[in-house]
Every structure is written in structure tokens, then in C-alpha cells.
């Protein structure tokens, strides 16, 4: 069903999941009229999370959403697909690997190797690979690490499962997510935290003080939608981010078959 405005359903839902890039911004200043949808929530006391596939912490998506004109006051809280990692590595479930990976990461930021106490170490002798970040900018430029890392059969955590992302200039650029498939095309072993795992909506869940009727609204048939149906939620798609340009060479019904993930609303902007 396609809508033109969140005020169509708005009353339907008592939580709204946001995806942060490509329906609040793209790492700039916040879309057109993503504030005053917000404020529109806010006034109607909807309960309102923000659900990014971003590797970092929530602390991160603080300054983040500030910068680009959103108030600390809009939402109620962030949750990333870094917290959800860092969550599992605090659990455990990582213990038997050891603490000397490799560490893919973002502009020089090695925030997460300090908090888990980690050193970086070259691929041919490190324990794992940690992907938070696709600093060399194209995922093609890691295709030798990661042939040494399979033939040592080294396990490969990423903390952002996005492909690719759009920047300020609305340009798609490789993130964490596109090392992580090379990887497992090559038969290594991954392990996705973020959308689209349905244990982050759990997360969610808590950090919302649980919902009684919740919507995810994102522009990723692949996590954000997919997503939502794991989750048993329902879903907006928002048709002007990262499958804007799929979108108009063929039609927006082709785009959601292509992907197999049919969302509840489509909306061209938040």
C-alpha cells in the first residue's frame, strides 16, 4: 500500500522503529520534513526508537543526529548493530576466538577494539577478523586479506551488515556488510549482528518498555524490511533511499520482488 505521509497511519502504532540513514539523513543535514514528522510523533506520544546498522555505539548516533538538526528529545532512545554486537561479545560468545583480530574499521576509529581490549593484528597471524568499517572504500580492495583469512579458516564478525549506504551526496558507498558477503562467498564463516536478526527487535523491545502494535520504517528491503517480517512487524519502505535508482529503472514492484520482502506501506520520504 502505497501512503504519502506517516499522519495516514500514525494512529495505528504505539512504537516507531526509525532507520537512521536514508530516512532521517544520509550523514548531512535531516531530510525535509524528517523533523516535523518526528514532532508529529512526539505529539502523539508515540514511542520512538532509532534502529541503525551502524558498527558504532548509540553515543555515536547521539552526535550524529544533532549535528543533522534532530533533537536528543525526538526519540527515545538508539540502538545500533554495534551495541548489538558489543552485547553478545560482553555475553561470551566470542570468548573461544581469542583477542588479536584483524580490525576493519572506519576513519582511524578503534573505539570497539579499546572497549573489548583488543589488539590489531596482521591477517596472517591474527585470531578473527572484526569488520566495523570499510576504510580502504571499496570492499573488492580486502579480496587478499580475506583469501589468506579462509585458507587459515579465520571466523569473521561485522558489526554493520549493510552492503552499501548512500552519502551526503546521495551517492551509494561499500560499507562492512559488502566485505562480510564477499567472505561468505567464498565459504567463510560470518557472523551478522544488526537488522535483519530478529534478537536487535528484541533488544528493541526492551528498550522500549515493549510496544503493543509497532512499525519499522526504513529504505533497505533487505534489512529494514526484512526485518520488520522477522520480527512480526509491520513495515514502511521508504522508496528514496538505497533502491531509489533500482526503483526507476524498472518500477517499484519489481524492486520489492527482487528482494522477496513486501512491506505493509511504501512512503517516497519520512
Known amino acids: 500500500m502505497i501512503i504519502n505521509n506517516i499522519s495516514e497511519i500514525i494512529q495505528k502504532y504505539d512504537t516507531f522503529i526509525l532507520d537512521q540513514w536514508g530516512v532521517l539523513h544520509n550523514g548531512g543535514n535531516a531530510f525535509e520534513h524528517a523533523v516535523e514528522t518526528l514532532n508529529l510523533l512526539k505529539e502523539n506520544n508515540k514511542k520512538v526508537v532509532i534502529l541503525s546498522n551502524s558498527g558504532k555505539q548509540k553515543h555515536n548516533s547521539y552526535i550524529r543526529l544533532s549535528e543533522s538538526g534532530i533533537n536528543r528529545d525526538l526519540y527515545l532512545d538508539v540502538m545500533t548493530s554495534g551495541e548489538h554486537m558489543l552485547h553478545n561479545f560482553k555475553n561470551g560468545m566470542f570468548?573461544?576466538?581469542?583477542?588479536?583480530?584483524?580490525?576493519?574499521?572506519?576513519?582511524?576509529?578503534?573505539?570497539?577494539?579499546?572497549?573489548?581490549?583488543?589488539?590489531?593484528?596482521d591477517i596472517n597471524t591474527s585470531d578473527f577478523i572484526l569488520c566495523c568499517g570499510v576504510e580502504r572504500g571499496d570492499a573488492e580492495k580486502y579480496i587478499e586479506d580475506l583469501k589468506i583469512a579462509k585458507a587459515r579458516n579465520l571466523e569473521l564478525i561485522v558489526s554493520n551488515p549493510d552492503i552499501v549506504a548512500m552519502n551526503k551526496q546521495g551517492k551509494l558507498k561499500d560499507c562492512p556488510g559488502a566485505i562480510a558477503k564477499l567472505y561468505k562467498e567464498m565459504g567463510g564463516k560470518v557472523h551478522w549482528f544488526g537488522k535483519p536478526q530478529p534478537e536487535i527487535y528484541e533488544?528493541?523491545?526492551?528498550?522500549?518498555?515493549?510496544?503493543?502494535?509497532?512499525?519499522?520504517?526504513?529504505?533497505?528491503?533487505?534489512?529494514?524490511?526484512?526485518?520488520?517480517?522477522?520480527?512480526?512487524?509491520?513495515?514502511?519502505?521508504?522508496t528514496s533511499g538505497i533502491h531509489k535508482e533500482q526503483i526507476s529503472k524498472t518500477n517499484l514492484d519489481n524492486a520489492i520482488k527482487k528482494y522477496g520482502q513486501k512491506p505493509t506501506y511504501s512512503l517516497e520520504w519520512f
Not at 573505539?111 to 573489548?116: G, K, P
Open 203 to 238: 533488544l528493541c523491545y526492551k528498550m522500549a518498555n515493549g510496544w503493543n502494535n509497532a512499525v519499522a520504517v526504513g529504505d533497505s528491503l533487505e534489512h529494514d524490511i526484512k526485518g520488520a517480517i522477522k520480527a512480526n512487524i509491520d513495515s514502511v519502505f521508504i
Open 95 to 121: 570468548d573461544k576466538l581469542g583477542k588479536n583480530p584483524t580490525f576493519y574499521d572506519w576513519d582511524n576509529d578503534f573505539t570497539i577494539m579499546e572497549i573489548l581490549g583488543f589488539k590489531n593484528t
